[in-house]
């Protein structure tokens, strides 16, 4: 429509502000909206358009980002009290990359904080509520993005996944999240948690706009460490509405005991169209899976310790005023800047690492990631794609688990194991509850085989035909 000229950049991001002004005083998907620039940007855009530049994808659209991405002069707090008023000086490589593609920016958008949560109700700036039912989770910890996309609030928006933090939301609000494989997308100027995990990626309606999204933030970066190199590939390429061939297994021990029969109903039914379309399935055993989640809690509060030593209250960020000396700044700085779950992480994860328990916990639990990846090649070595449920349950109520810290690390029980190999995988909508909750459907593929995800995941959003409208 921008390139026939039906309507302006100033038209679309008019209507998502105005949605924003409408709504979010109910969802609290935004940290910070960037109203007055990103107006600007879109004049300025149309003006680029009125002077015969072809529209590129993302040109004009807007975008709403997580607030642990940084943005040069803009805030990025990482939902929490120690970063309150933290201003990078510069931009994260997927940020510039945006920018080179004259997308608009929206706004910072709320999370669980430092991205340690599954509910989104971990945050500085108070939880957010998911559209489908405002006294429900949308799941964490990127549930400002994944609620702002489901909502109308942004076109599109990136989070991060360290432990299923894209995947899990984008289930619990019935849109797509998609983690590609470790090292695609550049984490320069991603805050980190856990580093040898976290992944950026994006949140979107629909597969075509997420291939459109993967195609600009995804490349190689000099800045970081862990990026590949390797030919990027172009995503939108792989939107064919093809799985006939396709080997999917489906692995016994991420159909849970405890699942939701809802959920376990909608991933059969997915499971057949597979199969009514060609595909060949077949139940399969990838037995250290069951490893995965007590694996994935000491390595994430592991590494989470070590990445958040550096927020002491004398570099940036929130200083304890009242200190007498320095030892008790630290410790009242942290005592106050960072929240319980913040806390809770940092604690496990030092002790881990202390000195007596280092191999019986720490050493033991990579040992295991290495197994687990292990399973994973053997597992692709006959199978294209591995489809399971995204999350166990549908979307659970606010205030529900947060007493019960085990049980509500148990949401991530299936997306976890493709960030411990650094596999690519996806959540797309497979269905509605009876209660009208969304329930997701997650795929997922080889490393860099986003190829096989992608059309396997394109394939089904067809057959699957979710029309389901948050009620907000």
């Not at 709403?64 to 008023?85: F, H, P, Q, V």
């Not at 695609?184 to 950026?200: H, K, N, P, T």
């Not at 995503?235 to 297994?249: A, P, Q």
């Amino acid at each position: 429509m921008l390139e026939t000229k039906q309507i302006s950049c100033m038209d679309i991001a008019g209507s998502i502000f105005s949605r924003i002004e409408d709504i979010d005083e109910d969802i609290n998907a935004y940290i910070r909206v960037e109203k007055e620039s990103a107006l600007e940007s879109a004049g300025r855009i149309d003006g680029k358009i009125a002077a015969g530049e072809k529209v590129e994808d993302l040109m004009g659209i807007p975008v709403g980002i997580k607030d642990n991405i940084c943005t040069k002069s803009i805030t990025t707090t990482c939902a929490s009290k120690i970063l309150e008023n933290y201003v990078p000086v510069y931009d994260a490589t997927v940020i510039k990359r945006l920018k080179k593609r004259d997308y608009i920016l929206t706004g910072k958008l709320n999370m669980d904080e430092f991205a340690m949560g599954s509910s989104n109700e971990n945050s500085f700036f108070g939880s957010v509520s998911n559209p489908w039912d405002t006294g429900r989770v949308p799941g964490g910890s990127s549930g400002g993005p994944a609620a702002s996309v489901a909502s109308g609030e942004a076109i599109c928006s990136l989070g991060s996944d360290t432990g299923g933090s894209i995947r899990q939301p984008a289930s619990l609000c019935g849109i797509v999240g998609f983690k590609p494989t470790y090292g695609m997308v550049s984490r320069y100027g991603l805050i980190a948690f856990a580093s040898s995990l976290d992944q950026i990626g994006p949140f979107s309606r629909d597969m075509e706009d997420c291939a459109s999204m993967l195609n600009i933030i995804c490349g190689h970066d000099r800045h970081d460490s862990t990026s590949i190199k390797t030919k990027t590939p172009d995503y939108k390429s792989f939107l064919k509405d093809d799985i006939k061939g396709m080997k999917i297994g489906v692995p016994e021990q991420l159909m849970v005991e405890g699942m939701d029969p809802e959920v376990k109903s909608a991933v059969g039914k997915a499971l057949k169209m597979a199969e009514g379309m060609g595909a060949e399935i077949e139940e399969i055993s990838i037995p250290n899976l069951k490893y995965a989640l007590n694996v994935y809690y000491i390595i994430a509060p592991s590494e989470a310790s070590s990445n958040l030593s550096r927020f002491d209250g004398v570099r940036y960020g929130y200083r304890d005023r009242t200190a007498k000396a320095l030892r008790d700044m630290y410790k009242k700085t942290r005592a106050r800047g960072f929240g319980d779950e913040v806390k809770r992480r940092i604690m496990i994860g030092t002790y881990c690492l202390s000195a007596g328990y280092y191999d019986a916990y720490y050493e033991k639990a990579l040992k295991i990631r290495t197994i687990i990846i292990n399973d994973f090649k053997k597992a692709f070595s006959k199978y294209d794609i591995l489809i399971s449920p995204t999350s166990p349950t549908t979307a659970f109520k606010t205030g529900e688990k947060m007493d019960d810290p085990l049980t509500m690390y148990l949401s991530d029980i299936c997306t976890i194991p493709a960030n411990l190999a650094g596999l690519p995988a996806v959540s797309i909508p497979a269905g509605l509850s009876k209660a009208g909750l969304p329930i997701g459907l997650q795929i997922m593929g080889d490393v860099l085989r986003e190829d096989n995800i992608i059309r396997a995941a394109y394939s089904l959003e067809k057959a699957i035909a979710f029309k389901g409208v948050p009620n907000i």
